[in-house]
């Protein structure tokens, strides 16, 4: 591809990055509520997520995808599924009258904060639906595997790299602490967040 095509990519995987939604909601309660080393951790898992999304895209895979609207259907519910439990999961730690960082250091597992993120970006339906809109001009059939692997490495890079510097920015000085005293309504705002946007996907495929 031309230098153009490449720099026109970063533009997209950066803007996607940017962009409010479950993504972005998660990284910021795992950072503020759990810590800087789950924050940065869910941002890893969403940046491999979101690479092996975007090899499947680029070799066609979301192509073959969408010609059969039963897998589009069934890929939406997932994605509606895994945003009720992550709701539930944070509602269910809103209501802990314990200290939520303090008890989620010992009991939420890193593993769990990695899964979150990787999950969130794999099954997130928003992601879904804009590699269908950034990917087509970019993708023509001469174009060869380790051209599709580097575009894939790209978005790992430009994700990772943009939800870690957020978790690293929100758990920097005192903003972790000063947010941290409000963790329990942070959490449940963030489960409320969960609900509205599974409600959404469930509308849209109902009514849609």
């Not at 950066?14 to 800087?36: D, H, K």
């Amino acid at each position: 591809m031309p230098i153009e095509a490449w720099l026109a990519l970063v533009g997209v995987f950066v803007l996607g990055a940017m962009s409010p939604g479950p993504s972005l909601a998660t990284v910021l309660r795992n950072s503020v509520v759990n810590g800087r080393r789950h924050g940065v951790l869910t941002g890893l898992g969403h940046g491999f997520g979101f690479g092996i999304y975007s090899f499947l895209a680029a070799s066609g895979m979301i192509t073959a995808i969408s010609i059969h609207s039963g897998t589009v259907d069934f890929l939406r519910l997932t994605g509606a599924a895994v945003l009720v439990i992550l709701g539930y999961i944070f509602a269910k730690q809103s209501l802990s009258r314990s200290s939520p960082i303090v008890a989620d250091e010992t009991q939420f597992s890193v593993h769990s904060s990695f899964a979150q993120g990787f999950l969130i970006a794999l099954l997130n339906p928003k992601i879904f639906a804009w590699m269908l809109a950034i990917y087509a001009p970019f993708i023509n059939a001469d174009l060869g595997i380790h051209i599709l692997l580097a575009m894939a490495l790209m978005g790992v890079c430009i994700d990772a790299s943009w939800y870690v510097g957020v978790a690293i920015f929100m758990t920097g000085g005192n903003r972790a602490a000063k947010l941290g005293k409000a963790s329990n309504k942070f959490s449940a705002a963030m489960a409320l967040l969960m609900f509205v946007f599974a409600g959404i996907i469930i509308t849209e495929y109902i009514f849609g």
